[in-house]
């Protein structure tokens, strides 16, 4: 069965520093990986996703995610964190075998402050 | 990029009415919805998945006859809370599924689900 773990509830980072929001998944076959953030009483917005290709992957406002397949792992970092990234931060995995349903982990609360 | 629509982002009902919420995909069509309810502080759970001119697959635990799920278009896809209770009250977030495709019939290279904003149901 697919999962998906993030094992912090909340993660806080002073402004600037870097960051890191954990994600670790179980999923038969090739995964495709995807971040999204929430903020209050908003719907997920897509910050990135990874199907192929390079571990690295690029996203929106700054944000990047690295795919470790020894790991089974996929952590959304940012080089330099702004207190306007505070938010709540999802992963999702979809099997690649069809289904297209996607599995959310429970989310993890970024504070970044000033 | 996509855009995917909510309305009503909010809405406050007496208990034993029936609400309609609608999802729309507003620059691209969508085959696939999916419906997801959020509690507070906690994840996104899938209710069902809402399938153009075919009935919706539902999760399980889900009740079909409580949730009434129309996809009537490419573009829209409808969630009716029937007979709505206090502990319907939630905060329900839609998706929809959008393919890219390279040429005619091919397989889709790139899909993604983009979500709409939420609609706040409070139920009295």
């Known amino acids: 069965a697919q999962s998906v773990a993030q094992p912090e509830d909340q993660v806080n980072v002073a402004e600037g520093n870097p960051l890191t929001v954990k994600c670790t998944y179980s999923?038969?076959?090739?995964?495709?990986l995807f971040w999204y953030v929430q903020y209050p009483n908003r719907g997920l917005q897509f910050l990135l996703k990874y199907i192929t290709g390079d571990n690295l992957v690029k996203g929106s406002y700054g944000f990047e995610a690295e795919f470790n397949k020894s790991q089974t792992s996929f952590h959304l970092k940012k080089p330099s964190a702004l207190v306007s990234d505070s938010a709540l931060y999802f992963c999702a995995v979809r099997g690649a075998s069809g289904t297209y349903k996607y599995i959310f982990g429970t989310g993890t609360r970024l504070k970044v402050l000033a | 990029g996509a855009v995917v629509s909510q309305h009503p982002s909010r809405v406050i009902c007496k208990s034993g009415t029936s609400v309609k919420i609608e999802c729309r995909s507003l620059?691209?069509?969508?085959?696939?919805m999916f419906w997801y309810r959020q509690f507070p502080k906690q994840s996104l759970m899938l209710m069902a998945t809402?399938?153009?001119?075919?009935?919706?697959?539902?999760e399980q635990g889900v009740e079909k006859d409580k949730f009434l799920i129309n996809h009537a278009s490419l573009t829209l896809s409808t969630l009716t809370v029937t007979s709505a209770h206090p502990e319907d009250s939630s905060f329900y977030i839609c998706?929809?599924?959008?393919?890219?495709?390279?040429?005619?019939?091919?397989?889709?290279?790139?899909?993604?689900?983009?979500f709409g904003p939420g609609t706040r149901l409070l139920v009295l």
């Open positions: 809402s399938n153009e001119g075919s009935k919706a697959t539902y």
């Open positions: 620059d691209f069509q969508a085959t696939t």
């Open positions: 999923v038969s076959g090739n995964p495709y």
């Open positions: 998706s929809a599924r959008r393919m890219l495709f390279v040429g005619e019939g091919a397989v889709p290279y790139q899909e993604t689900q983009y």
